[in-house]
């Protein structure tokens, strides 16, 4: 038994259900802020200069960050992120969903902050502050959810979904083309000097790596596994 079932059994039922429809509705809150009164926003980012100085809630209240501009994508990406998330809690189960999104959650802060110190370390605490402003204008959930995409793709690689609503796509191929996505934002950082964005980018992704690889029995939950299963027990 590995250490995600030991969990589970000690504080499986503090596990919060439907979590993609709560963080879904965050980010969508986040637009009405920022369409209402885009002041607030400014309040909310993931600012390690602000959390060190007071400003404790910046922890939680980044993922009220839109992770879109325009209002039809962010449905569109509603839409979409919602059915993918719901599939994975059906498929893994409440408290292995949590986990996978919460600490998503967890190491995207966690490399925000080691980051900063790293700069007011080597740079001095002019250049932390402006390395903290950036990420606090840049970081939302939006790794977040490729990494939920990521994590869908892998499980369930040949289903074939509709991009734009238009072309059939498998989510393997998909899967290559948002590796590429963050590849390119990765090193389009590091050409322009903001080489410090590239951390919270793997640390919100090393949870993909990190949940998939360190847990011995996520080949129970392939579909082709399920079907297996189901079939041996006819």
């Known amino acids: 038994m590995n250490w995600l079932n030991k969990l589970e059994r000690k504080i499986g039922r503090y596990a919060v259900p439907n979590l993609i429809i709560w963080l879904i509705g965050a980010y969508t809150i986040g637009y009405v802020f920022g369409t209402v009164s885009p002041g607030i926003l400014s309040y909310l980012t993931l600012s390690p200069y602000h959390i060190l100085h007071g400003q404790i809630w910046r922890l939680v209240t980044w993922v009220f960050m839109p992770t879109e501009s ?25 408290f292995r969903f949590n986990v996978y999104i919460f600490g998503g959650i967890l190491l995207t802060v966690v490399g925000s902050l080691l980051m900063y110190g790293v700069i007011y370390l080597i740079f001095g605490q002019a250049s932390a502050y402006m390395a903290s402003s950036l990420m606090g204008g840049i970081i939302s959930t939006t790794y977040i959810n490729m990494s939920i995409f990521l994590a869908f793709a892998a499980m369930y690689p040949d289903m074939q979904v509709m991009l734009y609503f238009i072309i059939p796509i498998k989510m393997k191929w998909m899967a290559w083309v948002y590796g590429a996505i963050i590849v390119y934002n990765m090193i389009s950082y590091v050409r322009v000097g903001l080489w410090v964005m590239a951390v919270p980018i793997l640390a919100s992704l090393l949870n993909f790596v990190l949940f998939f690889f360190s847990n011995r029995n996520m080949h129970r939950y392939n579909p082709k596994e399920v079907h297996r299963r189901r079939e041996f027990k006819k």
């Not at 039809?72 to 599939?87: D, K, N, V």
């Open 70 to 94: 325009n209002l039809i994508f962010l449905l569109i990406m509603a839409l979409f992120y919602y059915q993918l998330g719901m599939a994975l809690e059906r498929t893994w189960g409440t």
